[in-house]
């Protein structure tokens, strides 16, 4: 069945770096595009950033641009969201999930809780 | 930046129908996709492409989408309907991308 399981979430403090893991299994990575979303304590759901199927159209929300980074390795099926220059407001829980045509997302992982502080 | 807008919360007697609303400019020119969420877990997509239904979910659940406003339906509302559901666009010809701020579904 289809599986999406994030790590590398953490605490850490302002200004610094992550990397998220996404790692996918039960289809064909390659075939399909991703996205992150993330969900501040308490919160509502925010897109953060979208990867096509080939890595070459990646897209991000404002706040984060020029501050994240996405990347995918096919040969470990897996995707990637670099965290760099971290902001308190950067606090969340962060999903990654997959895109259906249409724009859905129609699996997503547990998360991963990124805390920013000092 | 394109703006969906959800009531924070709708109320529902158990056996009844809850309507969930997501007004945005023209969206019924769009796809709209609808999840829910309870405490703890992960969304869940319930609703795709205005009115599918992914597999397993109960046809209890529906949508409509015209004009200025999507609807998630849900018919005979149960106990475990209790949670946070979301309206989401991602339209690849324009530049729609966001969720809506989240209904918070009570069955009384």
């Known amino acids: 069945q289809v599986q999406l399981v994030e790590s590398g979430g953490g605490v850490v403090q302002p200004g610094r770096s992550l990397r998220l893991s996404c790692a996918a299994s039960?289809?064909?990575?390659?075939?399909?595009?991703f996205h992150w979303v993330r969900q501040a304590p308490g919160k509502g759901l925010e897109w953060v950033a979208f990867t096509s199927d080939d890595g070459f159209y990646e897209e991000f929300r404002e706040s984060v641009r020029g501050r994240f980074i996405v990347s995918r390795d096919t040969s470990r099926n897996t995707l990637y969201l670099q965290l760099n220059s971290l902001r308190p407001e950067d606090t969340a829980v962060y999903y990654c999930?997959?895109?259906?045509?249409?724009?859905?997302?129609?699996?997503w992982g547990r998360g991963t809780l990124v805390t920013v502080s000092s | 930046s394109y703006v969906l807008t959800q009531p924070p919360s709708v109320s529902v007697a158990p056996g009844k129908t809850a309507g969930i609303s997501c007004g945005g400019n023209?969206?019924?020119?769009?796809?709209v996709h609808w999840y829910q969420q309870k405490p703890g877990q992960a969304p869940l997509l319930v609703i795709y492409?205005?009115?599918d239904r992914p597999s397993g979910i109960p046809e209890r659940f529906s949508g409509s989408n015209s004009a200025n406003t999507a609807t998630l339906t849900i018919s005979r509302v149960e106990a475990g309907d209790e949670a946070d559901y979301y309206c989401q666009v991602f339209d690849t010809h324009t530049d729609h991308r966001a969720f809506g701020g989240g209904t918070k579904l009570t069955v009384l």
């Open positions: 492409n205005d009115n």
């Open positions: 023209s969206i019924g020119s769009l796809n």
């Open positions: 999930a997959r895109h259906r045509a249409g724009g859905s997302l129609d699996h």
């Open positions: 039960g289809f064909i990575f390659s075939n399909f595009d």
